[in-house]
């Protein structure tokens, strides 16, 4: 069974860092793209950024270079570094796996997204003002 567990969240004060990680387990680390996508309080689930097969990374339009994906195929590990943190990033951060079947993720509006195969359970980021 595929499993993707996201760890390293937690209290930040705003303006500070953190950096996320997701450890996959039973799935072909190579041959899948790995996403991140949050979900704020009472707001629908949104993509963050995602990571190719090829190393290609995209982001949000809306985070302005503050995020940075990276993965160590070695390890089967995905990260999500987010620096000058707002209030507004407070979210459950999700890891994401997909390229099985067609998917799609609109980077300008990033609540436009299908075709994500694996999802992680979350881990929790609270950004205090």
């Known amino acids: 069974e595929v499993q993707l567990v996201e760890s390293g969240g937690g209290l930040v004060q705003a303006g500070g860092s953190l950096r996320l990680s997701c450890a996959a387990s039973?799935?072909?680390?190579?041959?899948?793209?790995k996403g991140w996508f949050r979900q704020a309080p009472g707001k629908e689930r949104e993509a963050v950024g995602c990571?190719?097969?090829?190393?290609?990374?995209y982001y949000a339009h809306s985070l302005k270079g503050r995020f940075t994906i990276s993965s160590d195929n070695a390890r089967n590990t995905v990260y999500l570094q987010m620096n000058s943190l707002k209030s507004e990033d407070t979210a459950v951060y999700y890891c994401?796996?997909?390229?099985?079947?067609?998917?799609?993720?609109?980077?300008?509006?990033?609540?436009?997204?299908?075709?994500?195969?694996?999802w992680g359970k979350g881990t929790l980021v609270n950004v205090s003002s």
């Open positions: 990571i190719t097969t090829h190393g290609d990374t």
């Open positions: 994401a796996a997909m390229g099985r079947s067609a998917w799609h993720i609109s980077w300008s509006d990033p609540h436009d997204y299908y075709g994500i195969n694996y």
């Open positions: 039973e799935l072909p680390f190579d041959e899948y793209h």
